[in-house]
């Protein structure tokens, strides 16, 4: 079977987290953490990162940090993952759902102005797919009307928005590195920031709230958020080989390219001044039949494939009985197509090979959009 993906664990995992078991510091100290973290800056370019335990509470540390809770509005796309949603709900907070973008699939800034109301405090640009938000606009809207800008770069690790790394443009930013992110440390996240008065809220949250002065005195309510040293040093030796990684992403980027040219399908494209990190390669079928075609004839053939994430707004804990045609007709005929690393040529030759085949029997070959 070739998977959706899988991780690219070929430098010095094993030997790191090797050090971490003669150590013994196998739980949330020891030398990868720190170590991770100032890697982890040092790459994207930010002045603050602290290291968590997936990407999810990342999310969340980010919220409470910025002290968002009850009464206060997140706006939020409505296609992204659930943990998006979650996590400012989890706070307390409203999340607010916004429409995304045709041709970017990204958040619609036009929706976001038009959903600001007094309560807004937040805006959350999710980075979907590999591809950056307008942050132009995004930042704009914020400065307008005094909104913290929160960015969720679960999949955007290796993503740049006008020659900056994303995740540098909020206030605070969160990312993943769940086994199927870019880089993994089989469960983690990341929480960045280039201020320094949060990035200490956040880590004291992190932390239970312990005093840095006062042994096992704890002045607020916090969590066990931290990452253990095991993860960490997985992260170290992903983040060694890192732009290899990003490189390689690119390359099978290029070959479906070349290989789905000329069909009567739509491919998440590279926007202006943007560097799409390519986390998930993604195609869209002209309806949603075709795309139910298309997975099942995939699978058929021992490939994976996933589906683009279903509006929150359909989901039960959050249908809301509105319209959102953009997000819901991305969502109906979006699909990821096998996309990790190791990937060969000829494995993308077969996936294409049977994507072609279906619409070539059609005869109807229209130019490539």
Request: charged residues 20%; hydrophobic residues 40%; aromatic residues 10%.
């Amino acid at each position: 079977m070739i998977p959706v993906y899988q991780p690219y664990l070929t430098g010095k995992e094993k030997e790191y987290v090797a050090r971490c078991f003669d150590s013994t510091w196998i739980s949330s100290r020891g030398e990868f953490v720190s170590k991770f973290e100032a890697e982890f800056e040092k790459f994207i370019g930010v002045r603050h990162a602290t290291a968590v335990c997936n990407g999810t509470v990342a999310l969340h540390l980010a919220i409470m940090a910025l002290g968002l809770g009850p009464g206060d509005e997140v706006i939020v796309p409505t296609l992204t993952y659930v943990a998006s949603v979650n996590t400012i709900v989890q706070a307390g907070a409203t999340p607010v759902f916004v429409d995304s973008v045709k041709s970017t699939w990204q958040m619609d800034p036009k929706d976001v102005q038009r959903k600001i109301t007094a309560r807004t405090k937040a805006i959350m640009a999710v980075h979907l797919y590999g591809a950056p938000c307008d942050m132009t606009s995004l930042v704009e809207l914020c400065e307008q009307h005094g909104l913290f800008l929160i960015e969720d770069c679960a999949e955007a690790f290796g993503t740049l928005y006008a020659g900056r790394h994303v995740g540098t443009f909020g206030d605070i930013a969160t990312f993943s590195f769940f086994g199927n992110k870019t880089i993994t440390t089989g469960e983690g996240g990341m929480v960045v920031t280039n201020n320094s008065e949060l990035f200490t809220k956040a880590y004291h949250l992190k932390t239970q709230g312990v005093s840095p002065t006062r042994e096992y005195w704890h002045d607020t309510i916090g969590y066990n958020y931290r990452m253990t040293n095991i993860c960490a040093a997985i992260g170290v030796a992903q983040l060694e080989h890192a732009n290899e990684i990003l490189s390689k992403k690119r390359l099978i980027r290029e070959w479906y390219d070349q290989e789905l040219a000329g069909l009567a399908l739509t491919t998440h494209r590279e926007s202006e001044n943007t560097r799409h990190s390519w986390w998930m390669y993604s195609i869209l079928a002209r309806d949603a039949e075709e795309c139910s075609r298309l997975r099942n004839e995939l699978r058929l053939a021992a490939i994976e494939t996933r589906p683009l994430f279903h509006p929150v707004h359909l989901l039960p804990p959050y249908f809301c009985g509105l319209h959102f045609p953009v997000a819901e007709s991305l969502s109906s005929r979006g699909i990821n197509l096998p996309s990790y690393p190791g990937l060969e040529r000829k494995d993308v030759r077969a996936i294409c090979h049977i994507i072609r085949a279906q619409y070539e029997s059609e005869a109807k070959i229209v130019p490539f959009r």
